[in-house]
């Protein structure tokens, strides 16, 4: 007969196919019924961590909800880190965890609905006679709050025969938001108004956006009226066509892209949470633009913003493409519906609005960055050139993700990526470091056919190199690890060793990750010079299936500061 823990796995196999964990006492049995009793994959990571890590990587990557697991006690303790991040942003995974057992807790147990709850993480326990109920339940949370849930076994539970697992229902998922009321009616027409009378239009969208599946129609939005574009750092790509997109807003982008937003009369805003750093910490647009918002929040979330629309994203720019198709430049139609006819006209081809704006700048040459030179004045590498020329190298097909640290700014200003599926920042909602190589377990899983490139400074890296090995298996010859290594915590030297704190502390004696990534099966290449990247480019034109994973080990100069940290620093000081 089934055990209680064969009928979690047996639910969860119906909704996803992709376990990560580390196996322990908690787990042990739930895991036995993944491998023996269901079609799901299950790779082992080194530290619990990297479990719930890898799990939120393979949602960001596809789209598709995934399961880490851990044994109780001190392996649950050791994912709290990475469920604070999936929590803060907004990624939906289950977390199969051992627990104390029914009978109350033991000397090593810990009260592990308190902890999960003290970060944002709901908990469900199963029993002998609802496990499969309850792990349908726990999905739903998932999928409908856009949360990590916690679903706990409990130890003396685990083994306990259960009966055969019964047909249990689909998770019901709540249809996307549509605005609803006269005055979301009324504010619909008012943005589209503002949008057909403005000078200078701009859109902007975020990772809500992406989810929401607004590309197509915010790409019709911004052909019918003229529209520059841009996203936030988490919406890289989102919107369809290149040729009139600023790229990142905020710290990441260019400062001629910048200087162009702060020109617009109006901007509205797509599922975007217009956070301190994609507002460049209040200064993204001109006093005088007038900015409206679109999202699933109950209220805007910034003071900037002048309008508020609470909905889909996809839905709102579909009703905006209607209505900016309707209503005459300055004149609105007096009995217009403000709910649109729904997705056809975002489908369907779409006049430009007569606003030559977007039409008179050269959006090549504002979103250009500095090309840095060769080598720093201290005779290391410049970052800035290293990034350049690794895009230059890179495989078109690629995921990236990245760890937390001073470092961000490179791949986010100098690699393109087609969509925000493919970038990723693992940690930086939590504000977190060392969560970089599981995040290529996961996305190794999500896009089995793409490169994975994970960007990680040496804090980080040193911080979860156990599961250096983990990504080294997981993504083989796809994958691709660059260390900006500039012995140091970079971020920290840069905020508080320029305030004449101790710099001891914030430095790390030089590591070489080369020979790291070789120990555990990896192509390790020490990177002095741009000639030293020509390893790359002849990587790039051999076999996956036969090449090693590359992991390539910059020593770069720490004087070269990013512009986004140059911000920080301004705003601190």
Do not use: C
Request: avoid cysteine; hydrophobic fraction near 45%; glycine fraction near 10%.
């Amino acid at each position: 007969m089934p055990t209680v823990s064969a009928h979690v796995a047996l639910t969860l196999a119906h909704h996803t196919d992709a376990v990560f964990g580390v196996m322990g006492n908690g787990n042990a049995y739930f895991l036995d019924a993944i491998e023996r009793q269901t079609d799901a994959v299950f790779t082992a990571v080194r530290h619990e961590q990297g479990a719930v890590v890898a799990a939120d990587a393979h949602f960001r990557a596809s789209g598709r909800i995934a399961v880490a697991t851990s044994t109780y006690g001190a392996g649950f303790t050791n994912t709290i880190t990475a469920l604070a991040e999936a929590v803060q942003a907004h990624v939906p995974l289950v977390l199969v965890v051992g627990d104390e057992p029914t009978s109350g807790p033991r000397p090593w147990d810990v009260d592990q609905i308190a902890l999960a709850s003290a970060v944002g993480a709901r908990t469900y326990t199963v029993g002998r006679a609802d496990a499969a109920a309850t792990t349908v339940i726990a999905i739903e949370h998932a999928l409908t709050y856009r949360v990590p849930v916690v679903l706990a076994i409990p130890y003396d539970v685990a083994a306990l025969e259960a009966g055969w697992v019964p047909a249990a229902p689909a998770p019901r998922i709540p249809a996307p938001l549509a605005p609803k009321g006269e005055f979301a009616a009324g504010m619909l027409k008012e943005i589209a108004a503002a949008l057909r009378d403005a000078e200078r239009p701009f859109l902007l969208a975020g990772r809500g956006a992406w989810l929401a599946g607004a590309r197509e129609a915010l790409g019709a939005l911004a052909d019918a009226t003229g529209a520059l574009t841009a996203s936030s750092a988490l919406g890289r790509g989102v919107f369809p066509a290149t040729e009139y997109d600023l790229g990142v807003t905020g710290g990441f982008g260019a400062d001629g892209a910048m200087s162009l937003i702060r020109e617009a009369d109006v901007a509205v805003v797509f599922g975007a949470s217009l956070n301190q750093f994609t507002m460049r910490f209040g200064e993204l647009f001109a006093p005088g633009t007038r900015i409206f918002q679109v999202d699933i929040a109950p209220a805007a979330t910034h003071p900037h913003v002048g309008g508020f629309v609470r909905g889909d994203a996809r839905i709102v720019a579909e009703r905006l493409v209607h209505l900016v198709r309707k209503v005459g430049r300055s004149d609105e139609h007096p009995g217009e519906n403000a709910s649109g006819t729904g997705g056809s006209d975002a489908a369907s081809d779409v006049s430009i609005a007569s606003t030559p704006w977007r039409e008179s700048v050269d959006v090549a040459s504002a979103r250009a960055y500095a090309p840095g030179d060769d080598l720093a004045p201290d005779g290391r590498l410049d970052p800035r050139s290293a990034a350049r020329r690794i895009a230059e190298l890179l495989p078109k097909d690629r995921v990236v993700v990245s760890d937390g640290g001073h470092f961000i700014g490179w791949a986010n200003m100098y690699w393109p990526v087609e969509s925000p599926d493919r970038m990723m920042m693992i940690g930086t909602a939590f504000q977190s470091i060392g969560q970089g190589w599981p995040s290529v377990v996961g996305a190794a899983l999500a896009r089995r056919t793409s490169t994975v490139v994970l960007t990680s400074g040496d804090g980080g890296g040193l911080m979860a190199i156990a599961d250096l090995e983990s990504a080294v298996r997981a993504a083989g010859g796809r994958g691709i690890a660059v260390v900006w290594n500039d012995a140091a915590y970079g971020a920290e030297v840069n905020l508080y060793g320029l305030k004449g704190l101790a710099e001891g502390p914030m430095r790390i004696p030089e590591v070489d990750f080369a020979a790291f990534g070789a120990a555990v099966g990896a192509e390790g290449v020490v990177v002095r010079t741009l000639a030293d990247l020509d390893r790359l480019a002849t990587w790039a034109e051999e076999d996956a299936a036969s090449r090693r994973f590359l992991l390539l080990d910059l020593r770069i100069s720490g004087d070269v500061v990013a512009p986004y940290q140059e911000e920080i620093i301004r705003v601190n000081s």
